[in-house]
């Protein structure tokens, strides 16, 4: 097995998921801010040029960081990320989606529409990355509601993967220079833990 990453979002996401179950696997290092990604060689890889890519010891390729945790998952699976029964399962699925359309994508969005790395990669509308800069703190106030009962993750009493994805979208964060403002108490409170593990990928 080979993992192809690469200091970024979407690849702390399957770092963060390794560092939780302790696991080491032979990784190689593809550099995204000095363009490594979009080489033809490693487009022969991942036809996307992006990472984080698996790939196999009989050379199947997977990518997608959930695929890929999952995949892991299976392999190494304590502790669980994914939910050990099927309620914890359908609770962790339903959040780590919520995660990713509505606080990932948002802050995602904004770098893709700002960032010159990502100039020639779509067609930016700075008025687009604006909006979504503006709808951030609505999106925040959502999820500290959600969290105001007090439940220490996002998807309840145990860390999942759906904290990943809350991670990575806290590394855009930083990346955009936006920060979880401090009167969004529970999402703030959740903030400080995730910083505290030491699987927090470094920015
Ligand atoms: N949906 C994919 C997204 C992967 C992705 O967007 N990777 C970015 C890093 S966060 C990348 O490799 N970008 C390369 C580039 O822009 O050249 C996943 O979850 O793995």
Known sequence: MKLYNGFS?????????????????????????????RTPEFRKINSLGQVPVLE????????ES?????????????PSLFGEDALAQARIEMWNRRMER????????????????????IE???EYAASLR????????WLDAEMADGRPFIAGDTFSV???????????CHFI????????????????RMRARPSWPKT
């Open 66 to 78: 959930v695929a890929i945790c999952r995949y892991l998952e299976s392999l190494y699976p304590k």
């Open 177 to 192: 220079e936006e920060k979880v403002p401090t009167d969004f108490e529970h999402v703030k409170a959740w903030e400080d």
């Open 162 to 172: 759906a904290d990943i994805t809350g991670m990575a979208a806290l590394m855009v």
């Open 124 to 126: 930016q509308i700075p």
């Open 102 to 121: 509505h606080i990932f994508d948002t802050v995602g969005n904004v770098g893709m529409h700002e960032m010159p790395l990502f100039a020639d990669q």
């Open 134 to 141: 503006r709808r951030f703190a609505a999106k925040l106030s």
């Open 56 to 63: 196999l010891d009989d050379g199947t390729i997977l990518t």
């Open 9 to 37: 979002p979407n690849g702390a996401r399957v770092a963060v998921f390794l560092a939780e179950k302790d696991v080491t696997i032979p990784t190689a290092d593809v550099s995204v801010l000095k363009g490594e990604t």
